[in-house]
């Protein structure tokens, strides 16, 4: 009788720990991510080629995210980033394709979002992608997204528009004869904040902090 009590004493603690650990947790994570950087290629020996963007201090940033929430926190993480480089945000809420070669363009469009709230934790996250181009291609992003035709975005799906961005950028750029083809895409699937109960922290806050960390590793190249 008395071993039987001790084992089950042990089990109740060993529950006990982890349930605390669980509740205790906080960090972002994510099922699949990665990049895709386009290299600039060295300056051409030929007349007939431009320099973009027509500002470089200038950031033309839009952002498509699930609520304004999320919106707001990723807003406030971009200005951040983008002003501790001397840089001007200039966020975008009409079509973006009108910046065009104006400025640099970042875009975070992130289509879809899921929310757990559990006994133990919380837990928000969403998925896809950041786009960065220094010279400012808009219109390669413009008519990638109206030529596709996805009914819903998989991981497949995400990691695919991903890479035909970077490329797609890259060549449109050397196309036009644009001096700077460089063209950076981070993309995401079920990029998630938890936060254990006993912890403190705002999901939208967390993934706005990890967007903008990519971001400000972009900014560090040309």
């Known amino acids: 009788m ?3 009590l001790w084992l089950g004493l042990s089990a109740v603690i060993v529950l006990s720990l982890a349930a605390v650990a669980l509740a205790s947790e906080s960090g972002v994570f994510s099922d699949l991510s990665g990049k895709y950087q386009g290299s600039p290629s060295a300056a051409p020996n030929v007349s007939g080629w431009r320099s973009a963007p027509e500002d470089p201090q200038t950031v033309y940033i839009s952002i ?5 929430r999320l919106k707001e926190a990723i807003e406030s993480a971009l200005d951040n980033v983008t002003r501790s480089r001397g840089l001007k945000p200039v966020y975008v809420n009409g079509p973006i394709a009108d910046c065009d070669l104006k400025g640099r363009i970042v875009i975070v469009y992130l289509p879809m979002d899921f929310w757990s709230d559990g006994l133990l934790r919380r837990e928000y ?11 400012g291609d808009a219109k390669t992003f413009v008519e990638l997204m109206l030529s596709r035709n996805v009914s819903e ?3 497949e799906t995400i990691k695919k528009l991903a890479l ?3 490329s797609s950028s890259v060549r ?3 196309e036009e004869r644009i001096l700077s083809q460089s063209a950076s895409v981070a993309y995401w699937w079920k990029l998630r904040a938890v936060v254990g109960k006993l912890r403190r922290g705002d999901p939208y806050k967390m993934i706005a902090q990890e967007i903008g960390a990519q971001l400000s590793e972009f900014l560090e190249g040309p």
């Open 64 to 68: 498509t995210a699930p609520n304004a």
């Open 2 to 4: 008395g071993r039987v």
């Open 153 to 155: 975005e998989t991981s």
């Open 125 to 135: 996250g969403v998925s896809g992608v950041l786009y960065y181009s220094y010279p």
């Open 164 to 166: 035909e961005l970077s």
């Open 172 to 174: 449109r750029l050397k």
